[in-house]
């Protein structure tokens, strides 16, 4: 089973919301960190959220306002709520984590499409 597995991708129209979920098969308590990246096409990836272990959050400024990150430690998952989308806003969303040595973990990803 891979460590990190996304869900909630969907077609949304502008305005609207999407909650995306990161479920952690080995725990989010293994995590020091856990967040969300996204790639648009023809882009590079980049951040979206950041949540720490001790609850500390972080946003790339497209996200601030909009995005909300949280992490559920008996559900074993980083959900990240969009809200206001755009379409900006459309890519193809991973799940990040990084462990208390240091290494990277990557889902799938699920993709995310903004269109009327």
């Known amino acids: 089973q891979a460590p990190l597995e996304e869900s909630g991708g969907a077609l949304v129209q502008p305005g609207g919301s999407l909650k995306l979920s990161c479920a952690a098969s080995r725990g989010v308590g293994r995590y020091l960190v856990m967040g969300w990246y996204r790639q648009a096409r023809g882009k590079q990836r980049e951040m979206v959220a950041h949540?720490?272990?001790?609850?500390?959050?972080e946003y790339a400024d497209s996200a601030k306002g909009r995005f909300t990150i949280s992490r559920d430690k008996a559900k074993n998952t980083v959900d990240l709520q969009m809200n206001s989308l755009k379409s900006g806003d459309e890519a193809v969303y991973y799940c990040?984590?990084?462990?208390?040595?240091?290494?990277?973990?990557w889902g799938r990803g699920t993709h995310v499409t903004v269109s009327p």
């Open positions: 949540i720490s272990m001790d609850g500390t959050t």
């Open positions: 990040w984590a990084q462990d208390f040595v240091g290494d990277d973990y």
